[in-house]
Every structure is written in C-alpha cells, then in structure tokens.
C-alpha cells in the first residue's frame, strides 16, 4: 500500500488516473478498498478527509471520551433545532480518520434483526438482502471468541470478543430484567436478539478492533493501493453520464483523480448525500438554489434519515460501587490504570454501554411481534456527554426505539464543500415514535422497581418521578433523548421505479453509469441494533458485486473464486 503517489502533481489536471476510487476511509471504504486491491490486475485509490489513525486514544477503549467531539478524529457536526427534542439540538459526532467510525464508536458488535434484512429484500427486490443470504457474509467477515458454528464465522478480519469486565449493579440490572420477563441471552447475533446479556465488542485482546486493522494493515504491501489521507473530496466528476473521477483538496492545493471504471462513495450518511448533491445529484429543485447543474434529479437524495434516539434514565444508588466513585480519586485512577496497563481489563477496556437488553416496549401489545426497543446500560451517570461523572454512585439505562417512523434529513445549505450540510434528524416527530417513547420510560422503571435491584434503593435522577402522565413522559423522552450515533438511509436502495430511492439493490446510483453508494447511507430501513457491522457488511457483499461485474464485463468468468452465492444469484 502506497501513500503520497499524487502528492507531487503539479497542476489539477496531472494527477492520476486509477480503476476504482474509494471516497472515504471509514468502515466501508477499508472495506471495498482492501478487497478491490486483492485484484492484482486493478489499481485502487482510497481517499480519506481526515488522518491516520495513530491517536493513541482510538485504540484505548475508553478513549472514545478523547475522539468525539475532537476535531482530530471526528467531523464534529451538528443538528438543527429539533422541535422534538423541546427546542435543543445535539452534536452529531462522525468519524474523520481513518478507520470512520469505527475509530471513535463504541465497538459494539451488532447484526440486527432478521426481519430487518427481509425487509430490505422487499424493498430493494432482490432476494439476496434476506437473512439467511446475508448471514454467510457475517459469517466471512467475521473471527469470533467461540469460533466458527452455523451462526458465527472464525478466521476472518473482524474480530469479535466478550467483554474483559463485570460489575456487581449490571449483573444485578440483568436479574431485574429477568424477573419482568425478559430472559437471559449469550448471543445477541443469531436473527433473534430478545434477551438481556452482555454485547460482544469489537476488541482485540482489550484494544479497539477498527476497520483500518482489520482492513487496510493486511493491505499494506500491496502496490496497487493508494491510500491518501488529509485530503477531502469536493465533488465528482462526469463526462455525460459516466462518473469519471474526483475532484479533491490535499492539503491546501487542488487536485484531480480519474476513475477507469468506477467511484464508489463509501463517505457515510451525512458525507455522501452531500457529495451527491455538490455533484449535481439530487433534487433539481434543491440543486437549482444553490446554482449547481443538474446531473440526475434524484430527489430521494439527504431524504430518508433514520437514527436510533436514545432516552437517558439515570439511577442513584447506595451500597454498590460504580465508576463514579471508582474514578472520583487518584489512588482509583491509579487502579484503573495499572489494571488495563498490567491485564487490558478493567474501565478502561469498557466499551461506552456493557450490558444490553432488547425487549417489547408493551409486553402487552399484541401487535408487536419482535422487541422494538433496546438498551445499553452503564456503571455510571453524568448529566450530558462530555460533563464529569456524578459525585454520588448511580447507573444509567439508556433506552432507544428500534424502528422509528420519523424520517429526517440531511441537505446542502451552499456549493460550497467547505460549508457543513443542514442536518434534520426530526426526532420524535410522529404520534408512534411519540409513545413508544413514553412506553420506554415506563419499562425502564419496571425494571429498576423488580426485587433484585432493591437492595440497592435505585432513586431516579433523570429525567426525575414527577414525569407520570403519558404526555409528561413524551416531554421528558424530549429533554433526555440524544443520538446514539446510528445516522442511516439517506441514499436508499431501492427498484428503479420507486421514486424516493438512489440505488439499486447492487447499489449502483439510479441513472448514472460508474458511481456507486456503499455505507450505512443505503440501508432503506434502520436495522434493529447498532449499526457499525451491517454497514461492514453491505461493504463486503459490494466489494463481491464490484469485482463480479468487472469479471463478467471482461467475459473472463463468470465469478471471482470465494465469492458468495449469494452475490452471485444476485447477477
């Protein structure tokens, strides 16, 4: 893998001219990238807006508190005002560097359900997004703890591993939601994520597992990879139809890069409506405002956006030790600190949330077939990311609806690359999303009221008892409800002759020939559950499209060895 090949062009027409260019070095992009580059025969460029990710606190587990909202790792953004969250508006962290994401989340390892997955075979028609199709290329990617069996995969780059902790009021939350109903659960993964146990994290041996490792590292020697970093792209260009390159800044200087064959946009699901739009895909309304010609009217392009809204319900407790109080001295510093340094276990090897749960919001309602809400509960409490821990012990239970109805968006507000896109995630705008969230509150407090945690005489802090009534409780989910970082759908894929969408189920753009969208931007629905490892997923089933169709353009073979046959029954 070479690095700096264009850096000495001297003029924006001199660059350099590759078969495939791979816009942004997050999840994805390491994805396509490294595989497209197992192909001696092809050049591949990746272009990353951000750096390498040689930040020491990426691959501490707990530095996710030093990466986001860092300007190093993270693109810092920013919602509008949301009506719904009662007038505020939230940080929006994405990754910027390399790895995406992946660098700076909370190594979550997450499939989703399988109806999430037969949806979007629905949609998309293409049987090949269905479950069972789909799994086989979990199972690729992945390197589990336990090794290889009919749900799980071994020997893979993904590495998958349990957690190297346990607290006593996690343990004792997990009986709690056992005595209300909800059973116990080893394996969040198998289509079916009912239950409550710890998640499996993308760690290895204690250290954060990011794509960049398990993608780009084993890619290094190759010489038919480029990998730019500190350079952003501004805006694809075309040649009629034909997606024929990339315009960029390294640096501080212009430059140019030809695609032979294709572009494929991997930026993510703020980055990549954005590039479209600066492009002159999208609405040609919307395009019009800002005086950028219209290459394809796609309206569908920025509409769409699903995120996981997050309500943080806060407990103090007495009698039980969390890392509020852990942390709150020196000498328990100098504890945490020696115990990751000497073993890679303790808080400091903790991902963000530890232990989860996926249950029905109303046990009681008849209509709902699988869990549509899901937790991450954490040993600690503080009033809003980026504030010190409580000075008093206390846990959190954050709850998200799985599914939501509100759709948002994300849209240029200028021609200019330089200038942020309007992000809109309309949270909590439907009358469904409205009580699911009330429905939510009102679980969590079941939970904290069973037998098990008594003993610990849980007080809420937050949002607080006096929210009772059903419409308290939507306002309450308002003042608590915060991202939790899953931004998806804002290029969705879709048949041609669905209007609202942007790719085809082999997530080729709708009416433009060598571009592609490959990134959490495509999925026409949220998965059910974090969302780093579906979007590796749909990397890793677009790479095996890519390199089938140039195989089967060049009437050399029908298909690439290994490839799945699920990619294949998609031709």
């Not at 939230?90 to 909370?106: D, E, F, K, T, W």
């Amino acid at each position: 893998m070479s690095e700096g090949k264009i850096k000495g062009a001297s003029s924006k027409q001199s660059v350099g001219e590759f078969d495939y260019i791979v816009i942004g070095a997050g999840t994805a992009g390491c994805v396509v990238a490294s595989r497209l580059s197992e192909d001696e025969d092809v050049s591949v460029l990746l272009i990353e807006a951000g750096g390498k990710d040689d930040y020491h606190w990426i691959h501490i587990p707990v530095g996710y508190l030093y990466c986001i909202g860092n300007s190093r790792t993270d693109w810092r953004y920013k919602t509008c005002v949301e009506a719904g969250l009662n007038g505020r508006a939230l940080a929006y962290p994405r990754g910027r560097v390399l790895g995406g994401c992946s660098s700076i989340n909370g190594m979550i390892y997450m499939r989703g359900q399988s109806e999430d997955y037969d949806e979007w075979a629905r949609i998309a028609g293409d049987s090949s997004w269905r479950w069972e199709t789909v799994l086989e290329t979990f199972r690729k990617s992945e390197d589990f703890h336990a090794g290889a069996s009919g749900a799980h995969g071994a020997g893979g780059p993904w590495r998958v591993e349990k957690q190297r902790l346990k607290w006593d009021i996690l343990e004792t939350f997990s009986e709690a939601a056992q005595q209300t109903g909800i059973p116990a659960t080893d394996d969040f993964n198998r289509g079916d994520n009912t239950g409550v146990g710890y998640f499996d994290v993308n760690q290895k041996h204690g250290i954060r597992w990011n794509a960049s490792k398990a993608y780009l590292r084993p890619a290094a020697k190759r010489g038919n990879l480029t990998v730019l970093t500190n350079a952003q792209t501004r805006r694809l260009m075309f040649e009629n139809n034909q997606c024929t390159g990339i315009e960029f800044r390294l640096g501080d200087e212009p430059r140019m890069a030809r695609a032979r064959r294709e572009v494929i946009l991997c930026a993510g699901a703020v980055n990549s409506p954005q590039l479209l739009e600066l492009s002159g895909i999208g609405s040609a309304a919307r395009l019009a405002k800002h005086g950028i010609g219209v290459v394809k009217d796609l309206p569908g392009v920025g509409e769409n956006l699903q995120d996981h809204l997050q309500l943080r319900m806060a407990f103090k407790v007495q009698g039980v030790r969390t890392l509020n109080t852990l942390s709150a001295h020196w000498w328990g510093k100098l504890k945490i600190g020696l115990e990751y340094g000497m073993f890679r276990s303790g808080p400091m090897a903790m991902a963000p949330s530890q232990l989860g749960v996926f249950a029905k919001s109303d046990p009681n309602d008849g209509t709902l077939t699988r869990p549509d809400v899901q937790y991450h509960v954490q040993p600690l409490s503080l009033e809003r990311f980026g504030e010190p821990l409580h000075p008093f012990d206390a846990f959190t239970a954050s709850v998200c609806q799985l599914r939501p109805s509100s759709r948002g968006s994300v849209h240029i507000t200028s021609s200019d690359p330089a200038m942020a896109p309007r992000i809109a995630p309309n949270y909590l705008s439907t009358e469904e999303d409205r009580h699911v969230a009330a429905n939510a509150l009102r679980l969590t407090r079941r939970i904290v009221s069973a037998p098990a945690l008594e003993r610990f005489r849980p007080q809420e802090i937050l949002p607080g008892i006096q929210f009772q009534t059903e419409d308290e409780l939507r306002h309450a989910a308002g003042d608590v409800g915060t991202t939790i970082f899953h931004p998806v759908g804002t290029c969705r894929m879709g048949m041609a002759d669905d209007p609202d969408s942007v790719v085809d189920s082999r997530l080729r753009v709708h009416g433009v020939n060598g571009l592609r969208v490959v990134d959490a931007s495509i999925m026409p629905t949220i998965t059910s559950g974090n969302t780093n490892s579906p979007t590796l997923m749909i990397a890793e089933r677009a790479s095996e499209m890519i390199r089938m169709d140039r195989k089967r353009e060049a009437k050399t073979a029908g298909c690439v060895p290994g490839l799945t046959s699920a990619c294949q029954s998609s031709l």
